[in-house]
């Protein structure tokens, strides 16, 4: 039977209790094309008969060792545009660059996002690698706006009013926000912004988004139009988590020698889904409807998510291809080929802890890496405690202890936004950070709780006043935002 990890339940308790008393890969149904001795070659450009120039942003939006499936996700994403016909010039990376050449990775200088895979990092453009992983950097690409950008290769979407743009987006997310390894996050009121803006410079005609993240309904519920030529699939719904997957003690698990996640759920089942179908019959509807299948809890009550989708519908009919490309090794597929199941999947936000624990088991008895790897899931834990804790009691000081977690934890009705006041969000977490120290990726599940704070109209003085009498004496040491930077 298959090795779950739900919400975390698992991972942190074994953790926990191991703390305190411290101190053979299954085959898959089909063979995907990365997994082939030599790559196909690539397509052709797009032809002049067509009329448009396919543009793509890639964003992996952590860093660390311990998320080497988002860096994955990303790379992989690459080659299959690659392959599809895309040129390196109309394609933006934007990825730390962290995992290939770690000293954690047992294969220096390659990146695998499947058991069976090859390489998916040879080739890949440096285009906004380390500090230049920004926000800001991102709505400038994306706005094609140059002068904008800090850093990196200057490259953004030079688009025209025909091409199409695709965005594929892989991160931690939280209610109305998705991770930046370099703060400040992304948060859905800005995003919808640019889209906006992006729409009414009339440089595309069509756009597709991806986005891997927990709660990544949140980003677009009660906030998409549907009026701006864009269409969007998420991993999850609004208030849910998604999963990764290929991790230790799963199957088919990565090889013996990784310790930690080669790919997330919702990512692997799209690009395995593309790269191994004629991409000019499947439309963006089968893909979503595949994918959605693959992603669910349809096979285990426990674990999946809700694959979603918002914005403009009226175009799901059109071939992937358009968007994706087209990749000719793929011309005689009968796209009903299926797709191996994925038997196992962890929280995306125990994913650190479940590589941290699996290289403290690594390593030799009573050496100082044991301790001290040791000493930083202590830490990590006991500051997860601490958020916890002292939003629950923030919670409770301001809407009465009976009633103060329920009103944090309470989604929104269906259709409405995670918040009405954006820079009202952002103010909360400001205050929360300065005295309590910073969120991290794991905090980011708390974001529903500062959006509710604002829709019940807790004022700033409010808010600060909550926080310094929850935290007070905190020392947050590592985590603080005058180390980590702000959120928000």
């Keep these: 039977m298959a090795r779950w990890w739900v919400c975390g339940l698992l991972s942190l308790l ?66 299959i545009l690659k392959k599809g016909g895309l040129k ?34 040879a080739g890949v453009p440096k285009d906004y690698t380390g500090d230049q992983v920004t926000t ?21 979407i030079n688009s025209k009013p025909n091409d199409h743009i695709f965005i594929y987006y892989a991160d931690h997310g939280g209610a109305g926000s998705l991770g930046m390894p370099n703060n400040p996050w992304l948060y859905a009121g800005d995003f919808i912004k ?42 999850a719904n609004a208030v849910e988590s998604s999963w990764g997957t290929y991790c230790p003690g799963m199957n088919p698990p990565p090889p ?4 930690t996640c080669l790919g997330d759920v919702y990512s692997v089942s799209w690009m395995e889904d593309s790269e191994t179908h004629n991409l000019k019959k499947e439309a963006i509807k089968d893909q979503y409807e595949t994918v959605k299948k693959r992603t669910s809890s349809s096979n285990n009550n426990l674990t999946g998510s809700h694959v979603m989708e918002y914005g403009d519908m009226t175009f799901k ?54 301790l001290r790897v040791l000493k930083k899931i202590k830490e990590t834990v006991t500051h ?15 809407f009465g202890f009976e009633n103060g977690p329920s009103v944090l934890e309470a989604p929104r009705s269906s259709g409405q936004p995670v918040v009405d006041d954006w820079d009202c969000l952002k103010r909360m977490v400001r205050v929360f950070e300065s005295h309590c120290g910073s969120l991290t990726q794991y905090g980011m599940k708390h974001m529903r ?8 109209g807790i004022s700033e003085v409010e808010m600060k006043e909550a926080s310094v009498f929850a935290c007070g004496g905190y020392n947050s040491a590592k985590w603080s935002p005058l180390v980590l930077g702000h959120s928000a």
């Excluded at 291809?321 to 929280?347: C, H, K, M, W």
């Design 194 to 235: 640019v889209l906006k803006e992006k729409h009414a410079s009339k440089s595309y005609s069509k756009m597709v988004i991806y986005v891997e993240a927990c709660e990544s309904g949140s980003m677009f519920e009660g906030i998409m139009p549907q009026d701006l030529n864009i269409y969007v699939s998420t991993a």
């Design 384 to 398: 997860r405690k601490h958020l916890d804790s002292s939003i629950d009691f923030i919670g409770k000081l301001v």
């Design 14 to 79: 074994a953790v926990a209790a191991a703390v305190d008393a411290a101190e053979g890969s299954a085959e898959p149904l089909i063979r995907l094309p990365t997994q082939d001795e030599h790559d196909a070659a690539p397509a052709p450009a797009p032809s002049a008969e067509e009329g448009i120039t396919r543009w793509a942003v890639l964003v992996a939006g952590s860093s660390g060792y311990e998320n080497y499936r988002h860096e994955a996700d990303v790379c992989h994403a690459y080659q």
């Design 449 to 456: 709780a500062f959006a509710n704070l604002c829709n019940n």
């Design 256 to 259: 013996h020698e990784y310790i």
């Design 317 to 370: 009919d059109e071939k992937l291809f358009l968007y994706q490309g087209f990749d000719p090794a793929n011309v005689n597929n009968t796209n009903r080929l299926p797709l191996p199941s994925l038997e196992g999947a962890i929280n995306q936000r125990d994913a650190d802890i479940l590589f941290m624990w699996k290289r403290y088991e690594q390593l030799d008895a009573g050496s100082e890496e044991k």
């Design 136 to 156: 800001n950097n991102f709505f400038a690409v994306l706005m094609g706006n140059k002068t904008g950008v800090t850093g990196g290769s200057r490259k953004v």
């Design 88 to 121: 390196e010039e109309n394609i933006v990376v934007f990825m730390y660059d962290d995992i290939a050449k770690n000293h954690e990775n047992p294969r220096p200088g390659v990146i695998i996002n499947h058991p069976k895979g090859k390489d998916v990092y």
